[in-house]
């Protein structure tokens, strides 16, 4: 007998959940936002600040899907998420994309590490890459991952050709060709560090099992 009780709590407890859950839902639909607050996961320009601002004010806070695609709209938002509570409050979390390059020959274009384009008035402090007529999103792409994985130098300049990547640092220059460039990586790192004097010179690793050092 107190089995069969104990069970039918447990089905009532069950059934009130599901209703307050239900009711929560026709809650937050039914009450209008009334106000929005925005964060951003990395620091984003009084600008960019303003353009987020702009969008904000122009659409209705309810019309969640308008409002997520006119942020996302934006060249430099890589991602939006909104959360909405019952009191009526809308938190929007801007995600900005990160530029890794700064893209030579434009005014303020940069790439993330994704190798996508976009304007950044941030653009006069970040290394330089230039773009060879006739080479692929893809390509591009792949040459950027070489700023994450090379963390021991600073890389100063990139040349992105059709199947081949060069980089500058201070005071060599490295032919990556197109593939393998964690493993290049740790070659080039064994070679520099196992140089008593200043590494100078260029390294060359376009050949399979062959790399070649000009000076």
Known sequence: ???????????RYLLILILMYFLYKILMVSLPVDKAHISYSQEVTEAGKNEIGKIVKKIELDDLKELRESIESLSWVESVSLHRN????LKIEVTPRVPVVRIAGTSGKVLDREG???DSDRADSMPIVELSEGVK??????????????TSFTIDEMQVNCGEVRTKCSNFEVIWGNDEFERKYEILKRIVRNNKSEFK?????RFKDMVILRR
């Open 1 to 11: 007998m107190a089995k069969k009780k104990k069970s039918r709590f447990k089905i």
């Open 86 to 89: 019952i009191l009526s409050k």
């Open 116 to 118: 996508f384009a976009f």
């Open 137 to 150: 999103e893809k390509e591009i792409a792949q040459a950027i991952r070489i700023f994450k994985i090379v």
């Open 201 to 205: 010179g260029r390294l060359d690793f």
